[in-house]
């Protein structure tokens, strides 16, 4: 019977050693692999698993709002610090299967294989692509997300359900009367001479299932 304890309690130490490791490696992979995987998870981490493999304390329930005024129950990892922030929404109540993970903001760790992170630049995304590609105009719920890379070669490595938001930064270096020609609900191409002055930059990263 004694016997049996020890090993048991042997067992229970290389389970809580294992795990304890894991939480300490896990948050080092930043690398966002669209739309498989955000670091160490992806589309079938439970919330249970987030907090097994980032820690209770780096686990937040919360609610987001989304486009439209949409409002979604999420878990935030990282909800103290912004450059490892990372947004899970969920498919279930139960938070066992999630239906998409957000990045955004204004600099994050958190980069896709290609290199492409917060910040960003459209000049940036317009050399990886190997050409222009099309986005929305400003200012409006889904202004500045990336609409079609044009058949360039971001096309080919980033899922069409992997979806990047431009935005800039104020002062802006454009006209006023400028400024208004790449505002609203249209479609711009990235080399517009308006686009290529202001230069806006990735200001979020999101994948929804």
């Known amino acids: 019977m004694r016997i049996f304890s020890v090993m048991v309690l042997?067992?229970?130490?290389?389970?809580f050693n294992a795990q304890l490791a894991l939480s300490q490696e896990a948050p080092k992979n930043w690398t966002i692999k669209p739309c498989k995987a955000f670091g160490p998870v992806g589309a079938t981490t439970s919330h249970a698993d987030f907090i097994r493999i980032f820690g209770k304390e780096n686990v937040l329930e919360t609610i987001i709002n989304e486009a439209e005024g949409e409002t979604y129950q999420a878990t935030k990892l990282f909800p103290k610090d912004a450059e490892k922030t990372l947004e899970v929404l969920w498919q279930d109540e139960a938070k066992k299967t999630p239906s998409g993970f957000i990045v955004s903001g204004q600099k994050s760790l958190w980069k896709t294989e290609q290199g492409i992170g917060l910040g960003t630049t459209l000049k940036e995304l317009e050399k990886l692509n190997g050409g222009s590609f099309e986005i929305s105009g400003f200012d409006w719920d889904?202004?500045?997300?990336v609409l079609s890379w044009s058949s360039g070669a971001l096309g080919k490595a980033l899922p069409k359900i992997f979806r990047l938001q431009l935005g800039y930064?104020?002062?802006?270096?454009?006209s006023e009367k400028e400024f208004q020609t790449v505002m609203g609900d249209k479609l711009l191409k990235s080399n517009n001479p308006v686009l290529q002055k202001l230069n806006p930059h990735v200001d979020m990263m999101s994948c929804n299932y």
């Open 169 to 174: 930064t104020s002062p802006v270096a454009v």
């Open 10 to 15: 042997s067992l229970m130490a290389f389970v």
């Open 142 to 145: 889904l202004g500045g997300a």
